[in-house]
């Protein structure tokens, strides 16, 4: 079973953290490196259209990033 990593990030001048599974921060980390943008930015930009609490709609980006590019 993987692992609850939490990570401090910033939005909108706020720190918050997050807690995923290491898998999703490392696919985070390569859709906003793909995206020419940091990764803060990337949750930023998730975080400003979603539903619910922001882990679930970073887990639920990051699988639809993938679904649509395979």
């Known amino acids: 079973m993987t692992q609850l990593k939490k990570r401090s990030v910033n939005l909108n001048g706020h720190a918050t953290s997050v807690t995923m599974e290491e898998p999703f921060w490392i696919a985070l980390r390569d ?6 943008q940091s ?11 979603r539903e619910g609490n922001l882990s679930s709609a970073l887990r639920v980006f990051a699988l639809e990033y993938f679904k649509v590019k395979h």
């Open 39 to 49: 990764l803060n930015a990337l949750i930023a930009q998730i975080d400003e259209t």
């Open 31 to 36: 859709i906003a490196k793909a995206r020419g």
